[in-house]
Every structure is written in structure tokens, then in C-alpha cells.
């Protein structure tokens, strides 16, 4: 019984197909051109802030697709977000205290 | 006593956990790359006309082209683990090899982009780099430690790739039990995701 309950479950997990996986790859080539193409115009002070978006889209692909966290359960993304959360505030705080010791 | 023979007619697996633990240590290694990531920006903001020039060093096109060979690899890993999945034992072998030949390959123009700056004088501790501005030494500085604990982690993760082929081919891992190769796949994107962003960072700035 038990054993059927497991089984079942392996089953019923989101099965991503071929065809998914090479228009993620597809998206992420032609992201990873337009970085290329951008950094040759120069924004001024946006020309790092475009590279970085365009980094965080693909990162958010590579995660979401590749890394199955579309298809793991909410603990799963709860965890990872709260890992990101963390690294996100100890920048914060770093670049907060850094242009602190700037400016003065 | 039932339940020992229960544990003896089923081995005990939990893939879910198998995965957290794999999670829990990838952030181990965001923490790690985020320190140098925040290395980086307080110098490139201190030395920002240093860093633009020393960039211009750096080969856009061999970065670009690495950019594609490790992404494509994260592809073939990808496949790899929807191919056991459909019982398609070879196939899922054939693309766990394609992603260390891609691997390797990334590996070959690191190796070949490496030496062409040392050949030129460029490599810590050089006459030629410790001449230059303080900058662009830090600049480089930075390049060799992030890029190349970056390389590290694509041989240990070639090393990784192959143990999975071998597990896949002597049937360790199959269509119903694959977390092994699942974990090898979630750090082989991980070290995508960094490249990702170390190569805008460091090829991109002009």
C-alpha cells in the first residue's frame, strides 16, 4: 500500500519535456546576445543595471526551468527564496555601511 | 520486528531530502561567490575608469563563446535527467558525456584565454601587472580568483558528471531512482548561474 502511495506520487511529478528545456536554451542564447549587443551602447550608469537585469531574467530561467523549481513543491521556493533574501540584504548592508565610509 | 523486516524488503530512500541537502549546500556556494560579487563592486566603484580599461584586455569573443558552451551544457544536463526518466538509459549517458565534452571544451578556451595573458605578462604578481595602476592590478586580481574558482568548480563538476555516467551505466541510477543525477544537475546549473553573471562583469564593461 505503502509502497503503491510512493510510486504514485513519483508519477504524478511534473515530467518537463525535451521541447521545454531547448526554447529555455533558445531564450537564454539570444538573452545572452542581447547582453552582447547592449554593452557596446553606452547607457551611462544603466549600461551595468542592463546587464545585471538581463543576468537576473536568465538566472530566474536556470532556476525555474533547469533547476525544476516550477515543478518542486512550495517548500522548495520558500527555501530558495529565503536563501536569495539574505544574500540580498548582506549586499544592502555591505553597499549601506561602504558609501557610509565614502562620504565621509 | 516487523519493522526490520519491512526495512530489509524496502530500502529506505528519500529523494525530497536528498534534494534539500543538495539545495542547502549550493547556498553554501552562493555565499561564497556573493562575497567576491561584493568584492567586485566596491572596487569597480573606487577604481571605475581603472576597471573599464583593464577590461579591454579581456577577449569579448572567447567569453561570448564560453558564455554559449556552458550554457548549452546546462542543456544537455537538463536532457539527461528527462531522458532516464523515460527510461532512455544511452541516451541519457550520451547527453551526460555531450555535457563534459562541452565542459571540457570551456575549459580548453579558459586554458588557452590563461596563457595568452601570462604570455603577454599579465598574471599575479607580474612585473608587467604590478607597473600598471592600482586598478587595473585589482582588476586582474579579481579576474583570476573569481574566474578561476569559477574553472575550479567546472572540473569538479566534470569529475561529478562522470561518476553519474557510471552509476547510470552499472544501473545505480534509473528511470526510477535518479536524485543523484538530479543533485549533479542542480550544481552544474549553479555554476551556470555564476557564470552568467561573471561574464557581463568582467568581458562586458567598455
Same mark, same amino acid.
Given at each position: 500500500?505503502?509502497?503503491?502511495?510512493?510510486?504514485?506520487?513519483?508519477?504524478?511529478e511534473?515530467?518537463?519535456?525535451?521541447?521545454?528545456?531547448?526554447?529555455?536554451?533558445l531564450?537564454?542564447?539570444?538573452?545572452? *546576445?542581447? /547582453?552582447?549587443a547592449?554593452?557596446?551602447?553606452?547607457f *551611462?550608469g544603466l549600461?551595468i543595471? /542592463?546587464a545585471?537585469?538581463?543576468?537576473?531574467?536568465?538566472?530566474?530561467?536556470?532556476?525555474?526551468?533547469?533547476m525544476?523549481?516550477?515543478s518542486e513543491?512550495? /517548500?522548495?521556493?520558500?527555501?530558495?527564496a529565503?536563501?536569495?533574501?539574505?544574500?540580498?540584504?548582506?549586499?544592502i548592508?555591505?553597499?549601506?555601511?561602504y558609501?557610509?565610509?565614502?562620504r565621509? | 520486528?516487523s519493522s526490520?523486516?519491512?526495512?530489509?524488503?524496502?530500502?529506505?530512500?528519500?529523494?525530497?531530502?536528498?534534494r534539500?541537502?543538495?539545495?542547502?549546500?549550493?547556498?553554501?556556494?552562493?555565499?561564497?561567490?556573493?562575497g567576491?560579487?561584493i568584492?567586485?563592486?566596491v572596487?569597480?566603484y573606487?577604481?571605475?575608469d581603472a576597471f573599464?580599461?583593464?577590461a579591454?584586455?579581456?577577449?569579448?569573443?572567447?567569453?561570448?563563446?564560453?558564455?554559449?558552451?556552458?550554457?548549452?551544457?546546462s542543456?544537455?544536463?537538463?536532457?539527461?535527467?528527462?531522458?532516464?526518466?523515460?527510461?532512455?538509459?544511452?541516451?541519457?549517458i550520451?547527453?551526460?558525456?555531450?555535457t563534459?565534452v562541452?565542459?571540457s571544451?570551456?575549459m580548453?578556451?579558459?586554458?588557452?584565454?590563461?596563457t595568452a595573458?601570462?604570455h603577454h605578462g599579465?598574471?599575479?604578481g607580474s612585473?608587467?601587472l604590478?607597473a600598471?595602476p592600482?586598478?587595473e592590478i585589482?582588476?586582474?586580481?579579481?579576474?583570476?580568483?573569481?574566474?578561476?574558482l569559477?574553472?575550479?568548480?567546472v572540473?569538479?563538476?566534470?569529475v561529478l558528471i562522470?561518476?553519474?555516467?557510471?552509476?547510470?551505466?552499472?544501473g545505480?541510477?534509473?528511470?526510477?531512482s535518479?536524485?543523484?543525477?538530479?543533485?549533479?544537475?542542480?550544481?552544474?546549473?549553479?555554476?551556470?548561474?555564476?557564470?552568467?553573471f561573471l561574464?557581463?562583469?568582467f568581458?562586458?564593461i567598455?
Amino acid at each position: 500500500m505503502e509502497q503503491n502511495h510512493n510510486e504514485h506520487s513519483e508519477h504524478t511529478e511534473h515530467n518537463h519535456g525535451y521541447g521545454v528545456y531547448i526554447l529555455v536554451w533558445l531564450s537564454l542564447m539570444i538573452l545572452t *546576445g542581447v /547582453t552582447v549587443a547592449v554593452a557596446g551602447i553606452n547607457f *551611462g550608469g544603466l549600461t551595468i543595471a /542592463t546587464a545585471l537585469v538581463i543576468a537576473s531574467i536568465k538566472t530566474y530561467l536556470v532556476l525555474t526551468i533547469f533547476m525544476h523549481l516550477r515543478s518542486e513543491t512550495k /517548500t522548495f521556493r520558500v527555501f530558495v527564496a529565503v536563501a536569495f533574501l539574505f544574500l540580498v540584504i548582506s549586499f544592502i548592508l555591505l553597499f549601506s555601511d561602504y558609501s557610509f565610509i565614502v562620504r565621509n | 520486528m516487523s519493522s526490520q523486516e519491512h526495512s530489509a524488503a524496502h530500502v529506505h530512500r528519500d529523494d525530497v531530502g536528498a534534494r534539500m541537502g543538495m539545495w542547502l549546500f549550493l547556498f553554501t556556494e552562493l555565499i561564497l561567490f556573493g562575497g567576491m560579487f561584493i568584492l567586485y563592486s566596491v572596487y569597480r566603484y573606487k577604481y571605475a575608469d581603472a576597471f573599464h580599461l583593464a577590461a579591454k584586455d579581456l577577449n569579448t569573443i572567447v567569453g561570448t563563446f564560453n558564455t554559449a558552451i556552458l550554457l548549452t551544457s546546462s542543456l544537455t544536463m537538463a536532457l539527461s535527467i528527462t531522458a532516464i526518466k523515460r527510461k532512455q538509459k544511452s541516451l541519457s549517458i550520451f547527453f551526460q558525456m555531450l555535457t563534459i565534452v562541452l565542459a571540457s571544451g570551456f575549459m580548453v578556451n579558459k586554458y588557452f584565454e590563461w596563457t595568452a595573458k601570462f604570455h603577454h605578462g599579465i598574471y599575479p604578481g607580474s612585473e608587467t601587472l604590478l607597473a600598471k595602476p592600482a586598478g587595473e592590478i585589482v582588476f586582474f586580481g579579481l579576474y583570476y580568483v573569481m574566474t578561476g574558482l569559477h574553472g575550479l568548480h567546472v572540473i569538479i563538476g566534470v569529475v561529478l558528471i562522470a561518476f553519474m555516467m557510471r552509476f547510470t551505466a552499472t544501473g545505480v541510477i534509473k528511470s526510477d531512482s535518479y536524485v543523484k543525477l538530479e543533485s549533479a544537475g542542480l550544481y552544474w546549473h549553479l555554476v551556470d548561474i555564476i557564470w552568467i553573471f561573471l561574464f557581463p562583469l568582467f568581458y562586458l564593461i567598455t
